[in-house]
């Protein structure tokens, strides 16, 4: 838990616990906007008119769509999210999908901060 610090009129200190949110306690959306937060080098912006993580360079690396979190991902990072059940390669208007994207629905949200950490590595890396 996490310490909470409110002043008052007087401007002395309450402290209240607060509880950290959790993927089991949180909405999709409100997710995402934690591992923005969290995630040192991630940047908020948009693609595609949703809201994304951009690297330092400027390029996109996670997604937030339709509830799920879409990453930029090589190697074995790529090969960890395919082997999810129900991820996919990105296809946003279901004619051309967008090779190295994968699409992790929220049942794997407890992965969406490790996936967004190397997605935002590797598009660092990018010119």
Same mark, same amino acid.
């Given at each position: 838990?996490?310490?909470?610090? =409110?002043?008052?009129?007087?401007? %002395?200190? =309450? /402290?209240?616990?607060?509880?950290? +949110?959790?993927?089991?306690?949180? $909405?999709? *959306? %409100? ?6 937060? %969290? !995630? &040192? ?11 994304? *993580?951009?690297?330092? =360079? ?6 937030? @769509? ?17 082997? *999810?059940?129900? !991820?996919? $390669? ?6 051309? &999908?967008?090779?190295? @994207?994968?699409?992790?629905? /929220?049942? +794997?949200?407890?992965? @969406? ?8 590595? +590797?598009?660092? !890396?990018?010119?």
């Amino acid at each position: 838990m996490a310490q909470n610090i =409110n002043f008052n009129k007087n401007n %002395e200190a =309450n /402290f209240t616990l607060i509880e950290k +949110y959790t993927p089991e306690k949180m $909405t999709p *959306l %409100e997710l995402f906007h934690q591992i923005a937060e %969290e !995630t &040192p080098d991630a940047r908020p912006g948009k693609m595609f008119g949703a809201l994304c *993580l951009k690297a330092g =360079n400027g390029k996109a690396a996670a997604m937030f @769509w339709k509830d799920n979190m879409v990453f930029k991902l090589t190697g074995e990072d790529e090969q960890e999210a395919r082997s *999810l059940d129900g !991820t996919s $390669t990105f296809n946003p208007m279901g004619t051309k &999908p967008m090779n190295g @994207w994968i699409q992790v629905p /929220f049942d +794997y949200a407890d992965k @969406w901060q490790a996936f967004a950490v190397s997605a935002l590595a +590797y598009v660092s !890396t990018l010119k």
